[in-house]
């Protein structure tokens, strides 16, 4: 039963499998089919009313007939090349138009002659003596050496390498006749290449920027270096004996297969998988060949290139036709699609290249997969430049969301403290008219209660009087107090002043005002008007104090600001000169309640308090904070 459930689940796994894979190999199926009518369709149909196809050949000391196209024997020696002697024909009535002799294709350079002066010669165009550009040539036939009727035409062609010499027909007649078929194959055969390798150039140029930018993805950096190495190889000519740096041809053999194993390691990071360790004997074919190049004489590397570089390219195709293929059943995304479409075509070129290499398919030496696979890397490049420009726009597009949120969200933020500030406001007014009532009830109410218990009872005019003056002193200081005074509390001890004074005369107490510095009190935007009513009750105890249990003559107030560790504060003192009192008196006396009560009061304020008496008098000393409290402590 558990094998029974362990492959249950497989079942639905491999049915997803093939119904992904079946119609990825059919559409790759059809792109190879598509590309092999179009490779029969690509090359241009030449002017065979002008081929001259019948030569003699003279190779290595003996003569014999051939019909073009012709291979030769392969050669390492360009001494004594492969001699092709043919005639055309010239009508003297045709001196009036220019004639051309057109080679469609040749390999790897070749020598036209025209009644024995050369008119062509192949080896002073780079381009064209590698056999895989498919470099056409053309060159016009000065008509001083044009005779009317038969007319020799010889043909030396220069082969070098391990490949067989390939001659196709040549064409000789008008050149209005053979141009167009010249110009359409240098349309596809080198412009093209060059169109494809610029690009190539260019997008490695951006890729690497964006690898440089993007470090932690690699992908960039490794399809850059890829296209760098197959510019260098689109660029850089092939020398050819007698060359003047022959060393060089070790690095064009050995950029192919190096750079065909990048493009599988970008494949691999593209779509999202580890590089394997073991994957890197994947580069030992190029690196071989390579240093065959550098220590090697001709021909050793063209014939390990053969042999060792050109399997591996196909290897690396079938690679990365595999990569793509898994990517598409595991991924079902456009760019996999893309990328596999690409690699069926190169694909494709690659083994119609090699069916031509070993003349399978006869008469046909037209190399496609460098184009194809050029074609193939700009694809690429361009789709992951596009994938890159597309993550950009969805990273500004992000950033403009962003940027909408955290303005809405600042909106959004603004309001909620403008209503907090509000709620403070009004939490803010709601606990001063706490306050104010609070002062009010035991102020106010108290000396109301105490009149009206006194006319009830029937006492003298003079204690009602008494208990009057009592409750409007507790009114105008809660009254005084309610004032925006801007934090300066002096403006409070100037109208505590007055009723002081006032209370004092009466009972012929001279009060001494004295402010020893310039400012007063330092300012304190923080006060509040509870804070006020507190320092002012404080005074007035003391003051109180002063009269009915001092029997002072002389009452001193003196007002100054010191200066602390963290800064100004201000002190309050009020010294009279009267017998004094014992602090440590019975705590439940008046006297004691009322220094309870200035205790706390100060500590409410978060000012000290300080208190000493003697024989000569009393001294209270309150010491201001340097930023009063806000606090719902008071106490009343």
Not at 498 to 510: C, K, S, W
Request: net charge neutral; with cysteine; charged share 20%.
């Amino acid at each position: 039963m558990s094998e029974i459930a362990a492959k249950a689940p497989t079942r639905p796994r491999r049915r997803l499998i093939a119904s992904r894979l079946v119609p990825y190999l059919l559409l790759q199926a059809l792109i190879v089919i598509a590309t092999i009518l179009g490779l029969r369709l690509v090359p241009p149909d030449d002017p065979d009313d002008y081929a001259v196809s019948e030569f003699t050949l003279r190779e290595n000391g003996a003569a014999q007939p051939v019909t073009l196209p012709h291979y030769t024997s392969s050669r390492y020696s360009l001494g004594d090349p492969p001699l092709y002697n043919g005639t055309f024909n010239f009508r003297s009535g045709d001196a009036a138009t220019a004639w051309s002799v057109f080679l469609p294709r040749f390999s790897n350079g070749v020598e036209v002659a025209v009644n024995g002066v050369v008119v062509m010669d192949s080896r002073r165009d780079d381009t064209a003596n590698r056999p895989d550009r498919n470099t056409p040539a053309i060159a016009l036939i000065p008509s001083s050496l044009l005779r009317d009727g038969p007319n020799r035409l010889t043909v030396r062609l220069f082969v070098w390498g391990p490949l067989k010499g390939f001659l196709d027909s040549v064409y000789v007649g008008p050149d209005a006749s053979l141009r167009p078929a010249y110009e359409t194959r240098a349309l596809l055969f080198v412009t093209l290449p060059v169109v494809f390798s610029a690009w190539q150039s260019l997008l490695a140029v951006i890729l690497a920027i964006m690898w440089l930018m993007r470090r932690r993805e690699p992908v960039y950096g490794v399809l850059a270096a890829g296209m760098l190495v197959g510019a260098v190889q689109a660029f850089v000519p092939a020398p050819v004996p007698p060359a003047p740096y022959p060393r060089l041809a070790a690095i064009l053999l050995a950029s192919a297969p190096i750079e065909s194993a990048l493009v599988v390691v970008f494949a691999v990071l593209f779509f999202g998988w580890r590089w394997p360790r073991y994957g890197l004997l994947l580069f030992a074919p190029g690196l071989i060949i390579l240093a065959v190049g550098l220590f090697a004489g001709q021909p050793v590397p063209r014939i390990t290139f053969l042999f060792l570089g050109v399997p591996t390219v196909g290897l690396c195709l079938m690679l990365l036709a595999f990569i793509v293929t898994k990517a598409v059943i595991k991924r079902q995304d456009a760019a996999s699609f893309t990328i596999g479409c690409a690699v069926s075509i190169v694909l494709t070129c690659w083994f119609h290249d090699m069916l031509s290499v070993f003349e399978i398919v006869p008469d046909e030496r037209i190399f496609v997969t460098r184009l194809s696979y050029s074609a193939m890397l700009v694809a690429i490049g361009a789709g992951l430049t596009w994938r890159f420009a597309r993550a950009l726009n969805q990273v500004d597009s992000f950033a403009g969301q962003l940027v909408a949120r955290v303005r809405e969200a600042e909106e959004r933020l603004k309001a909620s403290f403008a209503r907090e500030e509000e709620r403070a406001r009004a939490a803010a007014l709601a606990n001063e008219r706490t306050r104010l009532m609070r002062d009010l009830h035991d102020g106010l109410g108290g000396q109301l209660v105490s009149i009206v218990a006194l006319s009830e009872r029937g006492h003298e005019g003079a204690t009602i009087t008494d208990a009057a003056r009592a409750a409007l002193k507790d009114l105008r200081l809660v009254i005084d107090s309610m004032d925006d005074m801007g934090g300066d509390l002096m403006l409070a001890l100037g109208s505590w002043r007055e009723r002081a004074t006032a209370q004092l005369r009466p009972h012929d107490i001279a009060l001494d005002w004295r402010v020893a510095t310039p400012q007063g009190l330092p300012l304190h935007p923080e006060l509040r008007p509870w804070h006020v009513i507190q320092v002012v009750r404080i005074l007035d105890e003391a003051v109180t104090n002063a009269v009915k249990h001092a029997q002072a003559g002389n009452v001193a107030v003196t007002i100054e600001t010191l200066d602390g560790g963290q800064g100004p504060y201000g002190v309050i003192s009020v010294t009279d000169d009267g017998r004094g009192f014992a602090p440590s008196g019975n705590g439940a006396s008046q006297t004691a309640r009322g220094l309870r009560n200035m205790r706390s009061r100060a500590a409410c304020c978060g000012a000290v308090l300080d208190l000493s008496s003697d024989g000569s008098g009393t001294r209270v000393r309150l010491q201001l904070p340097q930023v009063f409290p806000d606090s719902d402590a008071a106490g009343g």
